[in-house]
């Protein structure tokens, strides 16, 4: 099956990214942001600087390795907040009488009601910006999906003959849904979660082009493509190659969702339904 | 159905006047003072005050809300802190923009999607197929704002098909009719491919799969067994059942018109209404900020709510009066 | 007569779940001569429905071999340029479940008229007389309401007569008929089985007709097939022999457990209740049959025996103590006395849970477990097995063992025998009676086979429309309501001794609900209903001792239509 290939893949990719990210110092020592010798300049790539150098006459490569530590950590941390958030109100949604589900599908509709990009921005500009900032505003903006999606899939397992049938052997309601429906939930979430990250990475670039997010010294590819941007024509290796790094990235955790999601689901099963 | 109806409705007007007024709070604990922008240090303390009485920022934050509310149900929206002219007057400069923007990429992103949706689902495992996921999942992989400058950087800058942003030319004032439309045509092309190349194959891969659905279903086989044309199985019996779902998400993206493009905006100096937030957001300008936000959360809950109501029409198993049979 | 179908050397190779090929069909031969009617029966999982798709070229290419000539015309299994010629016009398929068969999304009559286009090379707007004289051929009640109707607007056999005349649409020389009624009622069977032998007749078209139910379709065709694990076999030449329809019809002395009175339910966004005053007594060590067609409340009242589900209004009393008005911890306590054994086994196990948790749950670890598990006679290494380890029959009696761990007063079991063939349904029945007697219990079985309840109950409640219709004990004397005993003679065809008989059952279509309000449920169809059995529900009478009955008709000269049992 193709499946369990692509989620190798995917996987692969990631393994890579975060190794190359942890490694960072060792791989390319050296403080990243100091200011590179006079007359290195917006250099193009050449053998001695592979990527090319920035207005400060830093090498981009070394500037690349170090930068896919904020986006890893921002990715990592701010969707395992959203998951754990969401998912306990979805199941606390499904599960609990009809005053909990309307009262918590309620807040989560509020949350909804605004695009999550202005949300974001409008929360992050209410104070100092920092990746820290960003991380948390992205988990807390970040749970509405898995809440719902959570929720829906409860409503289903809750009606399936076996957590009936838990029920009916006396069985507490706090144990019925630890042991028999949590599980149940836990392939979705996953794969919910390992796409998330990607979608997280993206936006968190977005912010960080616009300032709001990684402030220096911390590099984050999203700024280095801000700082590219006044020389887009002239210098393009400034711009494109962070970019690069991105799509590989929000490639590698999509791609690995995917096939997780493929290989986990349960009700997919490919080939024609026997007798 | 009514009942329903009128029900969603005030839910919806309660969520926009709940959340409006949490983003008026909220907006008021940001660290800045709009002043600093508009004083210096050689400012009189009474003339802070007086600068402080006239944008209305004296008094408690209460007093302001009020003030605030009262104003709304008029329709006056307050003035801007930064610009000095009524947010009603930014807003409705900045909603047009946005709206062709967001309204011409979104078809764009439709007729992209049916397109490739139904090629990935017919072709299923054959080149075509492998080769549209792959640069499905590329496109959904990338940034839309490096995407944008990708664009710019190659088609208008390597190239020069197209300007590199705005909305028109410096001297589109001058132009005649059809000029105008041309050079408004002209801008318009890069970002909304912009917007369109890097969102639809969400939608494609959201209707490959309800295709797929529709074709493993046995009304398929039947139909299949009764002699029909892959063909008019296709387009006739699967597309139709594959679509109800899209319209719970195209519902899902409506709301999204408004707002959606603050990316797309900012990089290609589009004067909508994402760019005047994102500056309003800079300069604390609070009227603005709050009046964009109360458009955003009715353009939204607007949305769903038009959504809902389509999709019970559309579905005729949902449809209120349907008998039962067992 | 002609040939018109011949299959040799058919094999049948399916990827699985893991990716591994698995061989389903082993070197199938068959033919079938033109309008002849021809059964292939055979235990579920022999391969038939596979089978079926592979005679009308719907499987993947790469999955067939063999060799099909139709009308003396030769051609590869796998080819399907030319199966593509013989679909439709020539074999046609219709399905199990005839929701399934029609789309959701469109009309009723747009679906056949397209067929009858494709056929006739006609316009839409000329196919709506035929579409109209299709389903007036398939005996629908109203064909132009049928037409203009969507899918989910009709009853399950008139869902099945839409897709018959779709069928017949193509014209088509053969028509495979997988197993066309068993999603159906027992009354709607029979019709639509002499409907399909009917049109064979007048249309002059073979039928092939696929049931795992020897007994209902030998009654139709000439010449049966046997297909057992995906090979054809020699079967048995008579037809299973039932054993006498004679009741258990012990009454020992009274030790109530349960009593439910006046149990109404009504289930949100429905416009009639699904159960009306309903009352029932459990005694220990006794089984109650709990029969009815589908839509009848059966299950709604399990659940709320069980606890599952709160009554609109009555009291389910155990012991004593009204079970519905308890909460919490009481309430879970209390409810561990009445167990649901639910349908399918397979879906009441948690697919994470081995055996040993499974039971442990349920308070039975160690020894008590290993004895439960003695008792079901299943092997100790069950502890170990996930579900999907297990086969039907296992899961079906962890399920039983886990049930009793509790150590419960009242069992109810929800079709435990439903898709069983007749071996596997009388296993089960001693093994349920056999834990009766053992544990005795106050057992509740709930069944739409009329003929299984009369052998295994000591008491048979028919319900229809949320209402008890009969309440007798089974004595070895005859069921009384008139509704009843249209219940045993559909269900029993072999009893039935003349066709005319048979059909004449089979007109009687029972209305899936009662008309308006109060009015005997069944007097749309009753023969001898009177003008006052629309007006008002009888109430449930005794006519002798043990046996009460919601008709005051009863007693009168019964018509010569019904069979007595």
């Known amino acids: 099956m193709r499946m369990p290939r692509i989620a190798a893949t995917g996987a692969f990719l990631c393994l890579v990214l975060a190794i190359v990210a942890l490694a960072a110092p060792w791989l390319a020592p050296g403080d990243p942001s100091a200011l590179g010798p006079a007359g290195a300049e917006l250099q193009a790539p050449s053998p001695e600087h592979p990527l090319g150098t920035d207005a400060l006459g830093r090498d981009v490569l070394v500037r690349l390795i170090h930068g896919g530590r904020a986006s890893l950590l921002v990715g990592w941390f701010s969707v395992m907040v959203a998951v754990v958030l969401g998912t306990a109100v979805g199941l606390g949604s499904g599960l609990g009488p009809q005053w909990v589900d309307r009262l918590l599908m309620g807040v989560t509709d509020a949350f909804l009601a605004f695009p999550r990009v202005f949300l974001v921005l409008l929360l992050i500009s209410v104070s100092t910006p920092s990746l820290g900032l960003v991380t948390v505003v992205l988990g807390l903006t970040g749970w509405m999906g898995v809440a719902r999606l959570v929720r829906a899939e409860t409503l289903s397992i809750r009606e399936r003959d076996f957590v009936q049938a838990a029920h009916g052997l006396g069985l507490a309601p706090w144990r019925v849904a630890w042991v028999h429906v949590l599980p149940q939930l836990a392939a979705t979430v996953v794969v919910a979660a390992t796409l998330r990250i990607g979608t997280t990475i993206l936006i968190e670039s977005f912010l960080s082009f616009l300032g709001l997010g990684a402030q220096e010294p911390t590099i984050s590819w999203g700024a280095m493509i801000q700082q590219g941007r006044g020389v887009l024509l002239e210098a393009w290796w400034l711009t494109t190659f962070p970019g690069l790094a991105l799509t590989l990235t929000v490639l590698g955790y999509n791609l690995l969702g995917d096939g997780l999601r493929a290989v986990l689901d349960p009700r997919r099963t490919e080939g024609v339904r026997r007798d | 159905m009514t009942s329903w109806l009128s029900r969603r409705l005030a839910i919806s007007v309660i969520l926009v006047f709940v959340l409006t007024s949490v983003v008026f709070f909220v907006v008021r604990l940001a660290p800045g003072d709009p002043l600093q922008r508009m004083v210096n240090e050689t400012t009189q303390p009474g003339d802070r005050d007086l600068v402080r009485e006239r944008l209305g920022l004296d008094g408690s934050l209460g007093r302001q809300y009020v003030d605030w509310l009262a104003g709304v149900v008029r329709g006056d929206l307050g003035i801007s802190l930064r610009q000095q002219r009524p947010v009603t007057a930014i807003i409705g400069e900045a909603v047009g923009p946005t709206l062709l923007l967001t309204v011409t990429a979104y078809l764009l992103h439709l007729v992209l999607a049916v397109l490739a949706g139904t090629t990935m689902a017919s072709r299923r495992g054959r080149p075509a197929d492998h080769l549209l996921q792959g640069v499905g999942l590329v496109l959904y992989s990338l940034p839309g704002f490096w995407l944008g400058l990708m664009l710019i950087m190659f088609f208008a800058g390597r190239l020069g098909w197209f300007p590199v942003g705005a909305m028109h030319a410096p001297d589109a004032v001058f132009m005649s009719g059809p000029a105008r439309l041309a050079d408004l045509l002209h801008h318009l092309a890069l970002p909304v491919a912009t917007l369109a190349l890097g969102s639809f194959m969400g939608t494609a891969r959201y209707l490959r799969a309800s295709l797929d659905e529709a074709l493993a279903q046995d009304y398929i086989m039947a139909a299949r067994a009764r002699g029909l044309t892959e063909r008019t199985i296709l387009w006739r019996h699967a597309l139709p059942n594959a679509l109800l779902p899209l319209v719970t998400l195209i519902g899902l993206h409506l709301p999204f018109l408004l707002g959606g493009a603050v990316v797309v905006e900012v990089v290609f100096g589009w004067p909508g209404m994402g760019r005047v937030t994102v500056e309003a957001l800079w300069a604390r300008d609070y009227p603005v900020i709050v009046g964009t936000t109360l458009l955003s959360a009715i353009t939204v809950v607007a949305g769903s709510l038009l959504a809902d109501i389509l999709y019970r029409r559309v579905d005729p198993r949902v449809r209120p009066g349907a008998g039962g049979g067992a | ?565």
Not at chain 3, 109 to 130: F, K, L, M, P, W
Not at chain 3, 232 to 251: D, F, I, K, N, Y
Not at chain 3, 401 to 419: I, K, S
Not at chain 3, 530 to 552: D, F
């Open chain 3, 1 to 565: 007569m002609t040939e018109l179908l011949r299959v040799t050397g058919l094999d049948v190779r399916l990827p699985t779940v893991g990716g591994a090929e698995v061989q389903l069909l082993h070197d199938v031969e068959l033919e079938v001569a033109a309008g002849e009617a021809v059964a292939l029966v055979g235990p579920s999982g022999a391969g038939k429905s596979l089978l079926a798709r592979a005679l009308c070229g719907l499987l993947p290419t790469g999955a067939v071999a063999g060799t099909v000539t139709w009308r003396g015309r030769s051609f590869a299994a796998a080819d399907q340029a030319a199966w593509s010629m013989v679909r439709g016009a020539g074999i046609t398929l219709v399905m199990q479940d005839p929701g399934a068969g029609l789309n959701p999304v469109r009309r009723v009559g747009d679906q056949i008229a397209e067929t009858v286009c494709r056929h006739r090379g006609c316009s839409a707007g000329e196919a709506h007389d035929h579409v109209v004289a299709l389903l007036a051929e398939t005996q629908v009640p109203d064909a132009e309401a049928c037409a203009r109707a969507w899918p989910h607007e009709l009853s399950g056999g008139q869902q099945q007569r839409a897709l018959l005349a779709a069928a017949l649409a193509c014209e088509p020389g053969l028509l495979i008929a997988d197993e066309p009624t068993t999603a159906l009622d027992p009354t709607v069977q029979a019709s639509i089985l002499y409907l399909l032998d009917d049109l064979r007749a007048r249309r002059d078209m073979a039928l092939l007709l696929i049931s795992h139910d020897r007994d209902l379709v030998s009654l139709l065709t000439g010449r049966t097939i046997n297909l057992r694990d995906g090979r054809v076999v020699e079967g048995p030449t008579t037809a299973a022999v039932l054993p006498p329809v004679v009741g258990a019809g012990r009454q020992e002395d009274d030790d109530s457990v349960l009593t439910a009175r006046d149990i109404t339910v009504t289930w949100p966004g429905a416009s009639r209740p699904a159960l009306r005053g309903v009352d029932v007594n459990l005694d220990a060590g006794l089984v109650v049959g709990l029969a009815g067609e589908s839509g009848c409340g059966k299950t709604t009242l399990a659940r709320v025996l069980a606890g599952h589900m709160r009554p609109d209004s009555g009291r389910v009393e155990l012991g004593g103590r009204d079970l519905h008005a308890l909460r919490g911890a009481e309430f879970r306590r209390m409810r561990r006395q009445v167990q649901l054994l639910f349908q399918h086994a397979g879906a009441a196990l948690d697919p994470r849970q081995r055996g040993a948790a499974a039971l442990a749950e349920a308070g039975a670890s160690g020894e008590k477990a290993a004895a439960l598990l003695r008792e079901m006679d299943l092997d100790p290494d069950v502890l170990d097995r996930l579900p999907h380890q297990l086969s039907g029959g296992q899961r079906q009696r962890l399920a039983l063992a886990r049930a009793l761990a509790p150590g419960p007063r009242v069992l109810l079991a929800d079709e435990p025998t439903n898709a069983l063939d007749a071996e596997a349904t009388a296993r089960v029945r001693s093994l349920l009676l056999e834990t009766v007697r053992r544990h005795r219990l106050a057992m509740v079985l709930i069944s739409h086979d009329l003929p299984l309840l009369l052998r295994t109950a000591d008491r048979i409640l028919v319900m229809l429309d949320g209402v008890i219709i009969e309440d007798f004990a089974v004595d070895g004397r005859p069921p009384l309501h008139p509704y009843t005993r249209t219940l045993v003679s559909a269900a029993t065809p072999q009893l039935v001794r003349a066709r005319d008989q048979w059909r004449a059952v089979a007109a009687g279509m029972v209305p899936r609900h009662g008309e308006k309000g109060n009015a005997c449920p069944f007097n749309a169809v009753c023969p001898i209903a009177k003008p006052g059995c629309t007006r008002a529900l009888p109430g449930l009478e005794s006519v002798s001792q043990n046996h009460r009955i919601r008709c005051p008709e009863v007693g009168r000269p019964v018509p010569p239509l019904f069979i007595d049992t």
